[in-house]
């Protein structure tokens, strides 16, 4: 059947979203490492992208309104998909022989479905569907 056009625009967002939002931790990381010691600044900017990743696929990609249980869930989602990430990051450098400089990119492809699932999970409060869903309103 595939994908229905809701849904690839649906993925789209979701996809810039993340894309920029990691150009955003990134520069805000390395702005707090002026000032901060560079654990510090990590936490604090990813704390800062976890927010501005549930604004703006609560409000572009889903459509949904924000709530703290969408938040807290979208974070527990964030956070588990981290721990996944991490770990295929190890086995791809350790157990494949991949270059550590490489490797993230693939351990964050390979653990995409699994950060769409979590955040559309805690944006609608249910699994994923293969029929279209509603755009932002």
Request: aromatic share 8%; no cysteine.
């Amino acid at each position: 059947a595939g994908v229905s056009p809701e849904r690839r625009s649906v993925l789209l967002r979701f996809v810039a979203v993340n894309v920029l939002n990691t150009g955003a931790y990134y520069g805000l990381y390395l702005l707090l490492l002026l000032v901060l010691p560079y654990v510090l600044a990590n936490v604090v900017a990813l704390a800062a992208a976890v927010l501005l990743a549930y604004a703006g696929n609560a409000r572009w990609t889903f459509g949904t309104p924000m709530s703290g249980r969408s938040l807290l869930g979208f974070a527990a989602g964030n956070l588990a998909t981290t721990v996944l990430r991490t770990l295929v990051l190890w086995l791809l450098v350790e157990q494949a022989g991949m270059s550590e400089v490489t490797a993230p990119v693939l351990a964050t492809a390979v653990t995409f479905p699994v950060a769409y699932v979590l955040a559309e999970l805690a944006m609608l409060g249910r699994r994923p569907v293969t029929g279209p869903v509603a755009g932002p309103a």
